[in-house]
Nanobody
Framework: QVQLVESGGGLVQAGGSLRLSCAASGRTFSSYAMGWFRQAPGKEREFVAAIRWSGGRTYCADSVKGRFTISRDNAKNTVYLHMNSLKPEDTAVYYC????????????????WGQGTQVTVSS
């Protein structure tokens, strides 16, 4: 069992940066692949980025490639999403998730989800 709690969201101007954190409980955190998803108002939830259990490999959606970076610290049971050059279209609720398969963009492959953190980018 893994419980996930996101933090770090907020209001930022276009071009700014934010770092989201996802703290996990449970001793098996390091055995899971981790992902970030987001859901904008009126839209379906979409994949943002994923990282392998060891942290050695990552995968990002084309829409954020070059701007967002995912990382993890297994000693701290935490996964991060570093967001740079933010755009108004990045406004969404951001969720972290844990799963057993990497790489995958499919929500169904992630069995554990956090409650989400709001990111709002003003123009």
């Amino acid at each position: 069992q893994v419980q996930l709690v996101e933090s770090g969201g907020g209001l930022v101007q276009a071009g700014g940066s934010l770092r989201l954190s996802c703290a996990a409980s449970g001793r098996t955190f390091s055995s899971y692949a981790m992902g970030w998803f987001r859901q904008a108002p009126g839209k379906e939830r979409e994949f943002v980025a994923a990282i392998r259990w060891s942290g050695g490999r990552t995968y990002c959606a084309d829409s954020v490639k070059g701007r967002f970076t995912i990382s993890r610290d297994n000693a701290k049971n935490t996964v991060y999403l570093h967001m740079n050059s933010l755009k108004p279209e990045d406004t969404a609720v951001y969720y972290c998730a844990a799963g057993n398969i990497f790489p995958t963009t499919a929500e169904l492959e992630y069995g554990y989800w956090g409650q989400g953190t709001q990111v709002t980018v003003s123009s």
